[in-house]
């Protein structure tokens, strides 16, 4: 893991490195950019893969001043600036999503296609929104007891070990608990703006999320004048790309390999 100094703070990434077209993810609500470990070592050194922690995740420190997602995409940006990086395909799950979307709103002409996992366009959902504030604030009050982040997993990872090392993860880390938890809560509605983004635009969905209704994929499929159908990865919860890297990595080289060059003879 490295970091630069970007807008202000320290965002930390990984980065295959390579002269291939590169690659730019982020993670959701809870996790780091480990989540994208198995598309690193799947897309390198074809692509160059960079993925990122957003403030408040992983090594990316939350200082508690308040920011939207309109922040990280600036500092997405800042990230590509400061590796020298013109141009990417950037993605990433859930907030990841929310951050790309507008990215490609900010700087058209940084990002080449959007990949987008478990996502929206939409500000968060009244019910969720009481439901995501009762559960920070038992985090908050309680910590990361087992009755707190065992349905967490559930939610975000599914069944199988991954959902314990993860659990094991948040005992011993700080939560995202201020300034992101705010960020996610109260972040904008960008649906009437998914016109003004031409690029090609992947659309991957866990059959199983709990997090994120089918139907908000299918708004950003609706509404993405390049998108591709909405790709099913079947039995995955909310995080595909962590939990079921075989088939989306089969799905991300298949799109990524149509947006190279054509060889001509």
């Known amino acids: 893991m490295a970091g630069v100094y970007v807008n202000g703070r320290t965002v930390t990434y990984a980065d295959t490195g390579g ?31 960079v993925a990122w922690d957003a403030r408040g995740h992983g090594g ?31 993605g990433g799950v859930s907030q990841g999503g929310f951050t790309a979307l507008r990215a490609a709103l900010l700087a058209p002409e940084r990002v080449s296609a959007l990949l987008l996992f478990d996502t929206e366009a939409q500000a968060c959902d009244p019910h969720d929104k009481v439901g995501y504030a009762q559960m920070f604030a038992a985090l ?5 007891v087992d009755e707190l982040i065992g349905p967490l997993a559930a939610q975000i990872i599914g069944d199988g070990p991954l959902a314990e090392t993860w659990r094991v993860h948040w005992r011993h880390s700080a939560l995202p608990l201020g300034a ?46 390049a998108a591709t159908p909405v790709h099913v990865v079947p039995g995955a919860a ?14 991300l080289v298949e799109f990524l390999s149509g947006l190279l060059p054509r060889r001509t003879a």
């Not at 982020?26 to 480990?34: E, I, V």
């Open 180 to 225: 992101p938890a705010t960020c996610l809560l109260e972040r904008d509605d960008v649906t009437g703006r998914l016109g003004e983004i031409a690029c090609p635009a992947l659309l991957v969905w866990g059959e199983n999320d709990r997090s994120l209704p089918r139907d908000r994929m299918d708004l950003l499929r609706d509404g993405l004048p």
């Open 19 to 49: 002269d291939g077209p590169a690659v730019v993810l982020g993670h959701g609500f809870f996790l780091d950019h480990t989540a994208f470990a198995a598309q690193a070592r799947a897309l390198a050194p074809r692509w160059r893969v």
């Open 140 to 144: 908050a009050e309680s910590g990361p």
């Open 60 to 90: 990316t420190a939350d200082d508690g001043v308040p920011f939207t997602y309109w922040d990280h995409a600036r500092d997405v940006l800042g990230l590509m600036d400061a590796l020298g990086i013109e141009r990417a395909a950037v």
């Open 238 to 251: 909310h995080t595909p790309p962590l939990t079921h890297p075989g088939e989306v990595n089969r799905i």
